[in-house]
Nanobody, 133 residues
Framework: DVHVEESGGGLVQAGGSLRLSCTVS????????IGWFRQAPGKEREGVSC????????NYADSVKGRFTISSDNVKNTVYLQMNDLKPEDTAVYYC??????????????????????????WGQGTQATVSS
């Protein structure tokens, strides 16, 4: 069975940091793309960052470039999202999801409106990150 689990959310003040973890099992880690998405109250779920585990290629939303860093530990089957200089607008539930093809990390797919329903097929339950002003 495929299993995706996030951890690491919490409450921080603006300017602070959080590190989210996504541990997966049940599939060949190196063959998959792992993406982080977030959903704020009343808003659509949006892509934040993605890593293609076949070649370590990464992608970031413009709103987090320079502040967030995605990385992967292929031994632990875990993907991390280091979030620095957090802002109140980063407050959201953060979800980790897996896609069968690394190409789904590219902008054409990752930021596509149907990314969450079509390309990324395995999802975790989400972890809350709250940034106070």
């Amino acid at each position: 069975d495929v299993h995706v689990e996030e951890s690491g959310g919490g409450l921080v003040q603006a300017g602070g940091s959080l590190r989210l973890s996504c541990t997966v099992s049940g599939f060949t880690f190196d063959d998959y793309a792992i993406g982080w998405f977030r959903q704020a109250p009343g808003k659509e779920r949006e892509g934040v960052s993605c890593i293609d585990n076949s070649d370590d290629g990464t992608n970031y939303a413009d709103s987090v470039k320079g502040r967030f860093t995605i990385s992967s530990d292929n031994v632990k089957n875990t993907v991390y999202l280091q979030m620095n200089d957090l802002k109140p607008e980063d407050t959201a539930v953060y979800y980790c999801a897996a896609a069968r093809r690394g190409i789904y990390c590219s902008g054409t797919y990752f930021f596509h409106p149907q990314a969450t329903s079509t390309f990324f097929t395995y999802w975790g339950q989400g972890t809350q990150a709250t940034v106070s002003s």
